[in-house]
């Protein structure tokens, strides 16, 4: 089966300007997330959807970052405006369902974001 | 405190050598995830137990759910197995806390 695509691989910005990252989740899958990883630490959940609604988005910075799942399928993730420490690897995942009781993910490749 | 602590951060071994990465946390879970991260690529999901323990080719993993702990075993380990290891823990409501990771670098 095909895997998690995220797009772009790769981003360069000034800080200050927008970017948007797309995730299409593997086929049938209800669950989707949205992770940040700064170098040399742990992936942190920015936002977690079950289908297009959001279950859980306590750690998403709310003034500049936003994420949607308008058919319950792909996802964006837009930061405006960037900064600096937004640099990170922007991960998404899937998962069959919430609610299956084992929670297995699937990630994606992961966009690179550098904040000049 | 993190809720979950991996050790050791860093870790360097010759090839053919017993690896083994710790994980402890501090919060119950459901289920807890070995993930493994190679530079520049997605994570890869190596093992999800609840219990006991699971191998999977020279991978193993141990949980024991009343201390909280859990292992990951490499078994004659390669240098393709260079990454970085990552325990994660999955608590009610499915928000999977990961630990900082563990790089493990295997030398010819």
């Known amino acids: 089966e095909a895997g998690v695509a995220q797009s772009p691989r790769y981003k360069i910005i000034e800080k200050r300007q927008s970017v948007a990252f797309w995730c299409n989740p593997i086929s049938g899958h209800a669950t989707l997330y949205w992770y940040q990883q700064i170098l040399g630490q742990g992936p942190k959940l920015l936002i977690q959807?079950?289908?297009?609604?959001?279950?859980?988005d306590s750690q998403l910075p709310k003034d500049r970052f936003s994420a949607e799942r308008l058919k319950g399928v792909d996802s964006t993730l837009k930061i405006q405006p960037a900064k600096l420490e937004d640099s990170a690897v922007y991960l998404c995942?899937?998962?069959?369902?919430?609610?299956?009781?084992?929670?297995?993910?699937?990630f994606g490749a992961g966009s690179r974001l550098t904040v000049l | 405190k993190n809720e979950v602590e991996q050790s050791p951060q860093n870790l360097t071994a010759q090839e053919g050598e017993f690896i083994t990465i710790n994980c402890s946390y501090s919060?119950?879970?459901?289920?807890l995830h070995w993930l493994q991260q190679h530079p520049g690529g997605g994570i890869v999901s190596l093992f999800m137990?609840?219990?006991g323990k699971k191998k999977h080719g020279r991978l193993i993993a141990t949980i024991n759910i009343q201390e909280k702990h859990s292992s990951l075993h490499i078994t004659a380990s390669h240098p393709r197995d260079s990454a970085v290891y990552i325990c994660?823990?999955?608590?009610?409501?499915?928000?999977?806390?990961f630990g900082e990771g563990t790089q493990l670098t295997v030398n010819p």
């Open positions: 137990l609840s219990s």
């Open positions: 994660a823990v999955d608590t009610s409501g499915s928000r999977l806390t």
């Open positions: 919060v119950g879970i459901s289920a």
């Open positions: 995942a899937s998962s069959l369902d919430l609610h299956s009781g084992a929670n297995v993910l699937t």
């Open positions: 959807f079950q289908n297009n609604g959001v279950v859980d």
